[in-house]
């Protein structure tokens, strides 16, 4: 059997998070490369969508291209509709036939199970990116945390090279948190904090 991972303790502190972003932060800048926390809400916003299709098997334009993100795209709803998005997300992955068998998602036909760990992955990680940018605490359950960090170990160079979720490996102190260790291996400055604007 399957197992399944449960991806609701992540989505309440996602929605945590954008419920503490002003709007005067929208322009921050976040340890996602080029990235602002208004684009980095799109994005969490369309792959929540992208991640769900992806859970029903619904596949089809949203989990063959996602659309660049982009603040643009945010619209006035923003604060209601991605906690929305990102509970649905939550939701689908309930279903343990999402688990099973062959889905897509960017483009890539993929395991379910890998599908859904790329999904609570997303929140997860994401999850820090706009707190860190928002200066929010942020906290995450230990069974996420592993599960997050056993599959960042299996990501390759080349997969780093090419950008998107994941960078170079940071290193971090032996003593680190396992949250921190997590982030080190995304290619992320557990230490991170917004750059002073001039």
């Not at 449960?6 to 490369?33: K, S, Y």
């Amino acid at each position: 059997m399957t197992e399944m991972l449960d991806l609701d303790p992540a989505a309440r502190t996602m929605t945590r998070v954008i419920a503490g972003i002003r709007d005067d932060q929208l322009t921050a800048r976040t340890p996602c490369r080029d990235a602002t926390v208004g684009d980095l809400l799109d994005h969490i916003g369309g792959l929540s969508v992208a991640l769900t299709a992806a859970a029903t098997k619904e596949l089809g334009e949203i989990t063959a291209r996602p659309p660049a993100p982009s603040a643009a795209n945010l619209g006035d709803d923003w604060r209601t509709r991605i906690p929305a998005q990102v509970a649905a997300l939550a939701q689908a992955w309930h279903d343990s036939a999402a688990w099973t068998g062959t889905t897509q998602a960017a483009g890539l036909d993929l395991p379910g199970r890998i599908a859904g760990l790329v999904a609570l992955d997303e929140l997860v990680i994401h999850g820090w990116d706009l707190a860190a940018a928002a200066g929010l605490p942020y906290t995450c359950d230990d069974a996420a945390v592993a599960a997050c960090t056993a599959f960042a170990s299996t990501v390759t160079p080349e997969q780093r090279a090419e950008g998107g979720l994941f960078g170079p490996v940071v290193e971090v102190p032996g003593d680190a948190s396992a949250l921190d260790r997590l982030l080190g291996l995304t290619g992320r400055d557990p230490s991170w904090t917004p750059p002073r604007e001039n």
